[in-house]
């Protein structure tokens, strides 16, 4: 088998110009942005097909990060020296870019965290817990990460309330219906994800917020995977809690995002205490900071949210329209390629979805393709994908999965194919 | 290219496919199970111990090439052994595989097709669950985990 799926289709027909594909998408000019896509990986090109993990970073974010500490490094919303201004500006203008990039009302629903796993914690803790009472109910989706199930595991336990589970059928899709049915009067939270890590099902967010806000339930979203492939407006989807993570953003690591209805925010109580999140204090009683500031203890992750503001400027600059057709093509050639390929089989298969391939292979157990693979340069997850609820739905141990983001190629997703060959050739 | 022949050889790939011992023994007089939360790997171990010595041993479970085939040969390896032979076995098996792949190794027989696992750290793991599993049963832990 040496002639490709890309050889084979385009065969006889017209090319379009190296780097570009059929949307006029220059994706050789974005991969020229991210400098770890020229290194090798075991004397091989990387294909970096892991992008659900982590992205990587452009240039650009890079920069910004170098030019923070070699010009403006100071402490933020303390000093009154010229870099503190600076840093300030910087820490804070890159909130403005994050509400713009999601499209909320106001940079007080912004709250700066660690990571979507902390942004979710902040709303367990300090929004969720105070809400719930014996015999209360948490409503979640049965795709959703480790990240979106053991927070509100951990508040239910707290207050003697109960998770349920919202059921997906065999492809991978919410079962909207039985949602719908387990949405009841002792409802108090409903947390789903905008798009399953472990499958790619996009949910129906705006339809499933319509559904819960008629019997004035509350909505958190995990937007972990969705925001860095598709548009996302926070009060067209409705959404009262929205989070997301800098990192899969093409942004540093150590930064993520909390959008929240600023109604909400206003009226939960901190999450963590320190300094920055404070009006006042005494040691009878300390008052809180206005928002978004009252959710920030501490010292800031300052380099990672201007890192994370360069980042989104890029992403903008590229387009997320564009990037969810580029994607949209390369995961329809990818679900060709894997579906044509004997003994594979894709784990994952809702009609809306987009960016991951997960699959398994017969009698080859994931971790050894994912071995096997690397070597030839691809780098894919293999394992349970912090999802193992939704390993178990598939009676599965555990996947191979590849990701995919802007930067990706045909013919990287052409390697990968290579490579699964390798797979039966070495393991026979 | 080599070190993926060195770490799926022949003798790992045989017993990946036709695993020996692959069943259960009931009732057996030692048991433990062996998670690999990583990969997801998980088996059953099952021995039969009487007078000190293995008289007989098996396993089930499901878990990538590497692990399937050291769990067999190491069933292979302990049945018959005395109690104590088999934990010196454990602790030589755990040297081999966590000595640096620069170093050279005890010439441990047919266990050492498993010394290729050193050039793939996050691999050791695979294959050493099985022999953790074992040390449990001998121990008598019901549950033994690699992370």
């Known amino acids: 088998m040496s002639t490709t799926l890309a050889g084979r289709r385009d065969a006889g027909r017209e090319r379009p ?15 020229a942005d991210f400098p770890i896509l020229r290194r090798r990986v075991h004397g091989r090109p990387l294909v970096y097909l892991d992008n659900a993990a982590t992205t990587q970073k452009p240039q650009a974010v890079l920069d910004a990060l170098t030019r923070y ?46 990571n979507a796993t902390e942004s979710i914690n902040l709303v367990a803790h300090a929004f969720a817990r105070p809400a719930l009472a014996a015999g209360d109910e948490v409503l979640i989706s049965a795709m959703e990460h480790h990240s979106n199930i053991v927070p ?8 003697g309330a109960r998770l349920r589970v919202a059921p997906i059928d065999d492809r991978g899709g919410l079962i909207l219906d039985q949602f719908e049915r387990l949405l009841s009067e002792r409802t108090r939270l409903v947390a789903v994800t905008h798009m399953s890590n472990a499958l790619g099902t996009v949910n129906p967010v705006a339809e499933i917020v319509r559904l819960a806000h008629a019997r004035d339930v509350p909505v958190l979203v995990d937007g972990s995977q969705a925001a860095y492939h598709m548009p996302v407006d926070v009060q067209a989807l409705g959404v009262d809690f929205y989070a997301a993570t800098g990192h899969k953003l093409y942004g540093p690591t150590g930064i993520g995002v909390l959008y929240g209805r600023e109604a909400l925010l206003e009226r939960m109580p901190p999450f963590l205490g320190g300094g920055d999140m404070i009006a006042s204090v005494t040691f009878e009683k300390s008052t809180w900071n206005e928002l ?54 894709l784990v994952g298969t809702a009609p809306h979805k987009a960016s991951i391939l997960s699959f398994v292979m017969e009698h080859i157990h994931p ?16 394992g349970h994908h912090c999802a193992q609820p939704v390993m178990d739905r598939f009676g599965v141990p555990a996947t191979a999965r590849a990701s995919l983001a802007m930067y990706n190629t045909r013919e990287e997703l ?15 | ?18 695993p020996r011992n692959f069943r259960t023994i009931e009732p057996a007089t030692h048991r433990a199970d062996g998670y690999n939360p990583l990969c997801g790997d998980r088996l059953s171990l099952y021995l039969t111990v009487d007078g000190g010595r293995i008289s007989d041993v098996a396993f089930q479970g499901s878990g990538c090439a590497i692990s399937k085939a050291s769990a067999s040969l190491m069933t292979d390896a302990v049945k018959g052994q005395s109690l104590a032979d088999a934990r010196g076995l454990f602790e030589r098996f755990h040297r081999m595989v966590t000595t640096p792949p620069d170093q050279p190794v005890e010439d441990m027989g047919k ?23 074992l040390k449990a049963a001998l121990d008598r832990q019901p549950e033994v985990s690699t992370e």
């Open chain 1, 17 to 31: 110009a190296a780097g570009t594909d059929a949307s006029g998408f220059d994706v050789q000019t974005i991969r």
């Open chain 1, 69 to 114: 500490y070699t010009e403006t490094n100071a402490n933020v919303h303390r000093g009154v020296h010229h870099l503190s201004e600076i840093a300030t500006i910087g820490y804070d203008g890159a909130r403005s870019k994050v509400r713009a990039f999601f499209n909320a009302a106001s940079d007080r629903e912004i709250v700066f965290t660690r």
């Open chain 1, 152 to 159: 509100w595991q951990l508040a239910c336990a707290d207050r």
């Open chain 1, 292 to 345: 978004p500031y009252k959710f920030e203890a501490g010292t800031p992750h300052i380099e990672g949210a201007i890192g994370l503001g360069a980042a989104l400027d890029y992403i903008s600059g590229v387009g997320l329209d564009a990037i969810s057709r580029h994607e949209a093509d390369l995961l329809a050639y990818g679900t060709r390629m894997l579906e044509s390929m004997p003994g594979v089989r």
């Open chain 1, 367 to 382: 971790h050894d393709i994912g071995t096997i693979v690397d070597r030839e340069g691809v780098a894919i997850r293999t």
């Open chain 1, 414 to 428: 052409d390697a990968l194919g290579a490579a699964l060959r390798k797979v039966h050739e070495v393991l026979g």
């Open chain 2, 1 to 18: 290219m080599s070190n993926l022949n060195e770490l799926y050889q022949e003798v790992i790939l045989d017993h990946n496919k036709r």
């Open chain 2, 111 to 133: 266990l050492l097709v498993l010394a290729g696992v050193r050039e793939f750290p996050v691999r050791v793991k695979c294959a050493s669950l099985a022999w953790h599993t």
